[in-house]
């Protein structure tokens, strides 16, 4: 009780107004919009300006020491130098992303659940790289989440989000070129019992190419709203042609639902504004809705884990939005200027020995990778992505 007390204490601290003047964040914007964050998460910048407190903490594989990674300054980047000085000589997983919206809504390493259990201990998901997904944002540098299949985090008690046919919004920046087909890559509101209970029982955004439900056009990947027993890109239940593929380096998704209505929007996050793919009534069988509140990161309601994906922000959102602030929302994530450039640090670079080999897990290759390239027996050094290759 001690711990967490002070952690919200810590919460609330990196919550209070700041005196230098900061442009709004995200979540300043949403809340000037009237439909204020219930959960803010992200690994790369504070999504409030004023917001100090912590955006993710890391857990190193060493001596099972953990951090807390902070912005560089109330409303700004992830101060990625204090991870990289923490995990140098080592590998280090991201075992929380903090809310910042100041409702407790931290996600953690995902329980077993109805469609699997986990490959993790006592059939938990794994927890992801520390290092998997390097970028830079306006030149400085920071890390995504980086979800290979059998990874996902969760929270199936958090406060404040939508239960029911109460209105929200959700949005995420993705990577838009790392995705699969398989189930599923999501993030938002499902189930508080990791089972599939029913239809309409989740609304979170999907990202990703798998077509065993709802297809938008082409070949994807997609945008979709994972609304259990389906994805779907519409009303129809199989496709919506107007749900474009879109596989920009850095996207903005949007799911958004209230009673009886519902919208897709996404965009590029590196440059220019929104498409609305989808505005209008639920689905067949789907009115009303039967949202339960839980937030999933990574994986399907049910914790189906056999997607992949990219995380770099995300909040939820207590009322539906107006596109007008959703406009908004978009243009400050413009101006956080992703980029795939990582040549600043915000502080010092480590180099890492190259002599041991890397156990179960730990990072073993990739561009600008120093450290070991060997891997413990029986695993193999197996590439992830350019930027990051694993121990599996």
């Known amino acids: 009780m001690s711990s967490r007390s002070n952690l919200q ?24 919009g009237g439909t204020p964050c219930v959960a803010a998460h992200s690994t790369t910048r504070a999504l409030y300006s004023a917001y100090s407190g912590p955006l993710y903490q890391v857990k190193r594989s060493s001596d099972s020491a953990t951090t807390t990674i902070a912005p560089l300054s109330a409303g700004g980047v992830a101060n990625a130098a204090t991870q990289d000085s923490f995990c140098a000589s080592t590998t280090c997983l991201i075992t929380i992303i903090y809310d910042q919206s100041g409702h407790g809504n931290h996600l953690t390493d995902a329980p077993p659940g109805g469609a699997t259990r986990g490959p993790g201990p006592n059939g938990y998901d794994n927890l992801a790289s520390a290092t998997g997904a390097p970028i830079s944002l306006n030149g400085q540098k920071a890390y995504g989440v980086f979800v290979a299949p059998g990874t996902g985090y969760r929270n199936n008690a958090a406060t404040g989000t939508a239960t029911g046919d109460e209105p929200e919004g959700i949005y995420a920046v993705f990577d838009g070129t790392h995705y699969n087909g398989g189930c599923c890559f999501d993030y938002g509101n499902a189930e508080v019992s990791s089972d599939d209970t029913g239809a309409g029982h989740m609304e979170a955004i999907y990202f990703g190419n798998c077509n065993v439900w709802g297809t938008g056009a082409g070949s994807g990947p997609w945008i979709m709203a994972d609304l259990e027993n389906g994805l779907f890109s519409g009303q129809n239940a199989k496709n919506n042609p107007a749900d474009l593929s879109i596989s920009y380096r850095f996207i903005t998704a949007i799911v958004k639902g209230e009673a009886n209505q519902w919208a897709i929007r996404g965009g590029n996050a590196a440059s220019g504004s929104l498409s609305t793919f989808y505005s209008g009534v639920r689905p067949a069988g789907y009115n009303p809705m039967h949202k339960e509140g839980a937030i999933i990161l990574g994986t399907g309601g049910d914790n189906s884990d056999g997607a992949q994906g990219t995380f770099y922000e995300g909040v939820m959102t207590s009322g539906y939005p107006s596109d007008a602030t959703e406009n908004a929302v978009q243009a400050n ?52 992505n350019s930027y990051y290759s694993q121990c599996l």
């Open 9 to 32: 204490r810590t919460l609330a601290l990196g919550l209070a107004v700041s005196s230098s003047l900061v442009a709004a964040g995200p979540c300043d914007i949403y809340a000037s």
């Open 333 to 384: 994530i413009v101006a956080a200027g992703y980029s795939t450039s990582t040549s600043s640090t915000g502080g010092a670079t480590t180099t890492q020995p190259t002599g041991a080999g890397q156990t179960h897990w730990g990072q073993c290759g990739g561009i600008g990778w120093t450290g070991p390239t060997a891997c413990d027996s029986p695993y193999t050094c197996q590439a992830q």
